[in-house]
């Protein structure tokens, strides 16, 4: 059994897993309500309640799971990427744990976790796979050719699609976090309502780009001020539309191009239904495998981190007591420039 535990940005989490795939626990303190009245995180709030709540939130991981920490056999903790304050927190409570306990440790890479989320639910993916990791800091399509090796085959040249989804619901009112009340709120609107653009990204490369709906539905709104509840409901559901094409494009033109056959969605806005529907017909249409974590499984939780540090654990990984957060750790080197595709 491992506990791992997550503070990469507004979620103080813990979890117990055994045998790398079966989730005993898995808590997660939410700091929504902290946030929302600013539309996005603010940082030094974020460490400040992590530090708060984040011996309670372990202490409750090990009762549901009814263990001890005599039972661990290891603490896998992100390292990052992720705010920096929130980082330590995680950082510095997983090292005192296996300091104390004397248990191995392994600093988990959050883009790693949300991939191994993946692998928390029946059938998991063989390899290779392309994955789509789309969340509130990061959008990105990894490539993993076999288990704990990654290569960045396209990201985002400006904000995440969570980020958008985000600044979005803050555009129009709307609630934070902008992504479920944006799926929500598009329910009772009509995706073809308003035609929002799809960014081009003229060097063929599978980059993302999601600057300009933003500045697109930002316009729109400014242009036909005072909005109607029906025209939110319209804006929402044409933006979702859009960028769900916008990914789904994306992801599938760079499979075909890599020649995979085997998808894995994930991430904070892999919870959104019309995406892991649109994807889910994409693959369906070519016979491609897709898979797809429970949402509660997408957005940020310990037990994927926990998963990916018994991959990593497995492998005879090892941190050392001086391991510390690193705010911009990358899961893979970036594309030499002008390689194009690959
Ligand atoms: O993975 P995550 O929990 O945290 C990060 O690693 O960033 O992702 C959070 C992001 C937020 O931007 C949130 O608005 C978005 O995921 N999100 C969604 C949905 N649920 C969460 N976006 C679209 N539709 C959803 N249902
Ligand atoms: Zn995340």
Redesign the pocket.
């Known amino acids: 059994m491992i506990l791992g535990i997550e503070t990469s ?1 507004d ?1 103080t989490a813990a979890a117990i897993l055994a045998d790398g795939t079966k989730i005993l626990a898995s808590v997660v303190a939410s700091q929504d309500q902290i946030h929302a009245p600013y539309g996005g995180v603010v940082p030094e709030l974020a460490s400040r309640r992590h530090v708060e709540v984040i011996v309670p939130v372990i202490r409750k991981a090990l009762s549901d799971a009814s263990v001890s920490l005599a039972d661990l056999a290891g603490i896998a903790v992100t390292q990052g990427p992720g705010l920096v304050g929130s980082l330590l927190v995680g950082c510095s409570v997983a090292k005192s744990l296996a300091y104390v306990r004397k248990l191995p440790l392994v600093g988990v890479n ?1 883009l790693e976790g ?1 991939i191994f989320a993946a692998f928390l639910q029946e059938p998991t993916p063989d390899y290779p796979f392309l994955a789509l990791v789309v ?4 959008t990105a399509l990894y490539l993993a050719r076999q288990p704990l090796a990654y290569q960045l085959i396209g990201q985002t040249r400006d904000d995440a699609a ?2 958008a ?2 600044k979005v619901a803050k555009l129009l009112g709307l609630a934070y ?4 009340v ?2 929500q709120t598009a329910r009772s609107g009509d995706p073809r309502a308003i035609s929002f653009p799809m960014a081009q990204i003229t060097d063929g490369a599978p980059d993302f780009s999601f600057s300009g709906i933003k500045t697109a539905v930002s316009l729109h709104v400014k242009r036909a001020r005072p909005l109607s509840a029906a025209h939110v409901a319209d804006i929402a559901a044409s933006f979702q539309a859009t960028v769900v094409k916008m990914l789904a494009k994306k992801t599938v033109g760079a499979a075909l191009s890599l020649g995979v056959r085997r998808l894995v969605l994930t ?3 892999a ?2 239904k019309a995406l892991r529907a649109a994807l889910s017909a994409e693959a369906g249409e070519r016979g491609w495998e897709l898979f797809i974590p429970p949402p509660a499984l997408c ?2 939780n310990a037990a994927m981190i926990a998963a990916a540090g018994q991959a990593r654990l497995s492998a005879g990984e090892r941190a050392p007591l001086t391991m510390n957060a690193i705010p911009d750790l990358k899961l893979a080197e970036p594309r030499p420039q002008g390689s194009g595709a690959r």
Do not use: M, Q
Request: net charge negative; charged share 20%.
């Open positions: 940005c979620e959050h949300h969340s509130g800091g990061h969570g980020e989804f985000d976090p902008g992504g479920p944006i799926e991430g904070g806005v919870a959104n957005t940020d």
